[in-house]
């Protein structure tokens, strides 16, 4: 038979460890010090940064991407995610290298090519944009967002009727 000091003393053990927090840089560990899973970790974080950008909170969803980014080199969402961000924040040297290492990644992806238009557009390059467009735009005909992105750059080169 279990005194009760005892079963208490192994209660608040427990509940301890269950509280544990854990720290994304280094091996964290879940309920009862058992190795959280890593791709879960980088998921929720992914998740945080995607909800941060969309809320418009493009320094948290930058400071969350580059993160992921340099912790996973390879994953190509971090980086798509860190460029979009830098380009929300008027960062484009770090955008543009981030779209270089993007681009490695994942070669004649028009995904890239619509960004990279944008990424343009918002910079007030226009020709290049539309360079960068076209291209997204050939390799994805059916894309409504390249198609939208295309319609910014034709509404921005048409003249407005003066009156």
């Known amino acids: 038979m279990i005194k009760f000091p005892t079963a208490l003393l192994v209660t608040g053990v427990l509940v301890l460890t269950a509280c544990q927090s854990a720290d994304l840089n280094a091996g964290s560990t879940g309920l009862f010090g058992y190795p959280a899973s890593s791709s879960s970790l980088l998921h929720a974080r ?3 940064a995607r909800t941060q ?3 418009e909170n493009y320094a948290a969803s930058f400071d969350i991407f580059k993160e992921i980014s340099e912790a996973h080199p390879r994953d190509s969402d971090a980086w798509l995610g860190l460029a979009a961000s830098a380009d929300r924040l008027q960062r484009f040297d770090t955008a543009d290298s981030a779209y270089s290492r993007l681009s490695s990644l994942k070669p004649g992806d028009p995904t ?3 960004n990279l ?4 557009l918002l910079r007030g390059n226009v020709k290049t944009a539309y360079a960068y467009l076209a ?3 050939q390799l994805a005909p ?3 967002r390249i198609a939208n992105n295309l319609q910014l750059i034709r509404s921005r080169a048409t003249p ?3 009156r």
Do not use: D, L, M, P
Not at 117 to 120: M, P, R
């Open 142 to 144: 059916g894309s409504r």
């Open 53 to 55: 950008f969309r809320a």
């Open 135 to 137: 291209q997204a735009r």
């Open 117 to 120: 238009g944008y990424s343009h």
């Open 160 to 162: 407005k009727a003066t």
């Open 46 to 48: 992914k998740i945080e």
């Open 112 to 114: 890239v090519y619509n």
